[in-house]
T-cell receptor, first 113, second 114 residues
Framework: DVKVTQSSRYLVKRTGEKVFLECVQD?????MFWYRQDPGLGLRLIYF???????EKGDIPEGYSVSREKKERFSLILESASTNQTSMYLC????????????FGPGTRLTVT | GENVEQHPSTLSVQEGDSAVIKCTYS??????FPWYKQELGKGPQLIID?????GEKKDQRIAVTLNKTAKHFSLHITETQPEDSAVYFC?????????????FGQGTRLTINP
């Protein structure tokens, strides 16, 4: 089975702090994604990566950056956390090469106070 | 453009009845349509998907239908059971969006009443 793990299930940070969310997949997938999930808005794509050191902006990249130094790891960075970044963050991976199905991690619920 | 609309936002059905969730998409080039189920405290899990060259796909009690002309697709769950209670998301993918990107609907909270 594909396994996508996220470093924390719950995280509480202060406004202005730098926040790192880590995601690791164990199936040698090409693509990795970061979403945020908010009630009534579904899943919105923040950033995605289709190869090591490659990244593409999603629909809501403002206030976020990402890093993919190794194929299995994709990190989401909040340079200066703000209260409107309080949300559920979901990481996903997909095989690539024409296969679209995405596999999700359990999510990190981030609260910024 | 990239837009997927999902209805209804909440759905309550009696155990044993059927449930239907509908989605519409905006990009006529969309060619892949997955459905995800998210249980409480977990990430979304793929339950069924369909490609644009197929009109219907079934897997036991769940089925998905696709109408390319009308640009909508639906999830059908028959003989519903309490464990079907969850939030369901539809999504669409288009070659013009790049890198197997998915655009998700807003989600439907399905409650099965015993």
């Amino acid at each position: 089975d594909v396994k996508v793990t996220q470093s924390s299930r719950y995280l509480v940070k202060r406004t202005g702090e730098k926040v790192f969310l880590e995601c690791v997949q164990d199936m040698d997938h090409e693509n990795m994604f970061w979403y945020r999930q908010d009630p009534g808005l579904g899943l919105r794509l923040i950033y995605f990566s289709y190869d090591v050191k490659m990244k593409e902006k999603g629909d809501i990249p403002e206030g976020y950056s990402v890093s993919r130094e190794k194929k299995e790891r994709f990190s989401l960075i909040l340079e200066s956390a703000s209260t409107n970044q309080t949300s559920m963050y979901l990481c996903a991976s997909s095989p690539g090469t024409g296969r679209h199905e995405q596999y999700f991690g359990p999510g990190t619920r981030l609260t910024v106070t | 453009g990239e837009n997927v609309e999902q209805h209804p936002s909440t759905l309550s059905v009696q155990e044993g009845d059927s449930a239907v969730i509908k989605c519409t998409y905006s990009d006529s080039a969309s060619n892949y349509f997955p459905w995800y189920k998210q249980e409480l405290g977990k990430g979304p899990q793929l339950i069924i998907d369909i490609r644009s060259n197929v009109g219907e796909k079934k897997d036991q009690r769940i089925a998905v239908t696709l109408n390319k002309t009308a640009k909508h697709f639906s999830l059908h769950i028959t003989e519903t059971q309490p464990e079907d209670s969850a939030v369901y998301f539809c999504a669409a993918s288009s070659p013009s969006w790049g890198a197997q990107k998915l655009v998700f609907g807003q989600g439907t909270r399905l409650t099965i009443n015993p």
